[in-house]
């Protein structure tokens, strides 16, 4: 009885919360589709910024990534250490757009923080594919898309809702209806689900901190050939 009431408030609960993120999502698609527009922006800068290196650069950074893939499977590795690192990083990103959302100035400043992410994704996926063919393929899903499926749309949805909190900010100050209460309601509300959404980006960390590693050490034999 006990288990069927668990499970039936569960469902609920996801119920809910599955329909309240679309339905903040159809609010809030304008935003979205921007913040999509500038990460694949970025994504497209960074492929084409690899055509531009000589062949020296592109042989010492393959020589680098090769030592690193030699290094990484010899060594043994910190998990708990790692996952601090990892987790302090996305901490940093987070607190950035937490930052830029709150300054009513911030908001270009969101869309290029999210169109430098693309840029990252963009160089080194192109780097890796343009320098391995199928091999850099192979480590980007392995390594890469693992946690990016999970940390990349948290960044996109921490950007629309900095956006759209400086956005309420613009609007009441436009119409002179701000108030102390309405502020500090909506500065809640802002905080609450960034601290949520970094929360969810665990998800990402985990998996490149204790998944990627042992997929990593698995494909490490075709970069020796």
């Known amino acids: 009885m006990v288990y069927h ?4 408030g569960g469902e609920e609960l996801f119920s809910n919360a599955k329909g309240a993120f679309i339905k903040h999502i159809k609010l809030n698609s304008s935003i979205y589709l921007l913040l999509m527009l500038a990460f694949i922006i970025g994504v497209t800068i960074g492929a084409f910024t690899v055509n531009g290196l000589t062949v020296m650069q592109r042989e010492e950074l393959k020589n680098y990534f090769k030592g690193f893939i030699e290094l990484f499977d010899k060594q043994d590795i910190n998990n ?12 940093k990103q987070i607190t950035v757009i937490w930052l830029l959302g709150v300054c009513i100035i911030g908001i270009p400043f969101i869309f290029v923080f999210v169109g430098i992410r693309g840029f990252l994704t963009g160089f080194g ?11 850099g393929v192979v480590f980007i899903v392995s390594s890469l898309l693992l946690k990016e499926i999970i940390i990349l749309p948290c960044i996109i ?15 009441n100050k436009s119409i002179k209806r701000i108030s102390k209460e309405s502020l500090k309601s909506n500065l809640i509300s802002y905080c ?22 042992v997929l990593i050490r ?4 075709i970069f020796s050939n």
Do not use: C, D, H, R
């Not at 708990?80 to 901490?91: G, T």
């Not at 996926?125 to 091999?135: E, R, V």
């Not at 929360?199 to 590693?213: K, N």
């Open 5 to 8: 009431v668990i499970v039936e």
């Open 157 to 171: 949805v921490l950007g629309v809702n900095g956006i759209k909190f400086s956005l309420s900010i613009i609007k």
């Open 125 to 135: 996926s192109g780097l890796l594919i343009q320098t391995f063919g199928a091999k």
């Open 192 to 213: 609450l689900s960034t601290a949520f959404i970094a929360l969810v980006m665990i998800g990402g960390i985990f998996m490149e901190v204790y998944i990627s590693p």
């Open 218 to 221: 698995v494909i490490s034999p």
């Open 80 to 91: 708990a250490e790692l996952f601090k690192v990892s987790l302090l990083e996305n901490i």
